[in-house]
Nanobody, 122 residues
Framework: QVQLVESGGGLVQAGTSLTLSCVVS????????LAWFRQAPGKERELVAA?????YYADSVKGRFTISRDNAKNTVYLQMNSLKQEDTGVYYC??????????????????WGQGTQVTVSS
C-alpha cells in the first residue's frame, strides 16, 4: 500500500520561505510521477508543481517554487520562496505509477497525502 506523508507547513510572513516534504512509502519511488497541489478556502484544488519525465509549474508560482526529489530518501520537496498571501492553503502531495498519464491533471493521481496547512500572513 502506498502512503504519502507531508510535513513542513506552518504560519509564515509574506516574503519568506518554506520547504514542504513528502515521504512516499510502499512502491518504487523513482517510477512515480509526483506533484504538489493546493487548496485555498472555497476554491478547487489546483496543481502547483509536478515532477515526472518533465517538470511543470503553475504560472502563479514560476520562479518562486521548486519541486525536487531525493530518490535515496523517497522524498519529494517543494521549496517555496517569496511567499505571498495568495499562497495560503492546504498543500497536498500526490503520486501515480501510471507514467503515461498527463501528470498535470488532478484526476490522474491515485495516491494522496493528508495535506499540510500553509498560511502566509501580511
Amino acid at each position: 500500500q502506498v502512503q504519502l506523508v507531508e510535513s513542513g507547513g506552518g504560519l509564515v510572513q509574506a516574503g519568506t520561505s518554506l520547504t514542504l516534504s513528502c515521504v512516499v512509502s510502499g512502491r518504487t519511488f523513482n517510477r512515480y510521477n509526483l506533484a504538489w497541489f493546493r487548496q485555498a478556502p472555497g476554491k478547487e484544488r489546483e496543481l502547483v508543481a509536478a515532477s515526472g519525465g518533465n517538470t511543470y509549474y503553475a504560472d502563479s508560482v514560476k520562479g518562486r517554487f521548486t519541486i525536487s526529489r531525493d530518490n535515496a530518501k523517497n522524498t519529494v520537496y517543494l521549496q517555496m520562496n517569496s511567499l505571498k498571501q495568495e499562497d495560503t492553503g492546504v498543500y497536498y502531495c500526490a503520486g501515480t505509477a501510471a507514467l503515461n498519464r498527463d501528470f498535470r491533471q488532478l484526476r490522474n493521481y491515485d495516491y494522496w497525502g493528508q495535506g499540510t496547512q500553509v498560511t502566509v500572513s501580511s
